[in-house]
């Protein structure tokens, strides 16, 4: 069992910034591929960003060049780094840890991130 938690999500204005982050247990977090997603009210949970054990990255077209997701696997820790944030981007984010060798994925509970004036 992988214990997730996400963590720094909050208001902020359009055009600001916000960086969230994600903690996840176990000793080896550094296999783990990770990935930040969203779910706005309504509307289904989609992928914003992943990054692989190797240090590959895939991002949502809506955020590129906006958002940058990297991870410390000292800390155990994947962030996303969000720029230049509109009231679209308003939504849950939720974390996930995924085990591909055991196809096993884990999510935090999610933090909201509201962008509004």
């Known amino acids: 069992q992988v214990q997730v938690v996400e963590s720094g999500g909050g208001l902020v204005q359009p055009g600001g910034s916000l960086r969230l982050s994600c903690t996840a247990s176990g000793s080896i977090f550094a296999s783990y591929t990770m990935g930040w997603y969203r779910q706005a009210p309504g509307k289904q949970r989609d992928l914003v960003a992943t990054?692989?054990?190797?240090?590959?990255?895939t991002y949502a077209d809506s955020v590129k060049g906006r958002f940058t997701i990297s991870r410390d696997n000292a800390k155990n820790t994947v962030y996303l780094q969000m720029n230049s944030l509109q009231p679209e981007d308003t939504a849950v984010y939720y974390c996930?840890?995924?085990?591909?060798?055991?196809?096993?994925?884990?999510w935090g509970q999610g933090t909201q991130v509201t962008v509004s004036s």
């Open positions: 996930l840890s995924r085990l591909i060798w055991i196809n096993r994925d884990y």
């Open positions: 990054v692989t054990s190797g240090g590959s990255t």
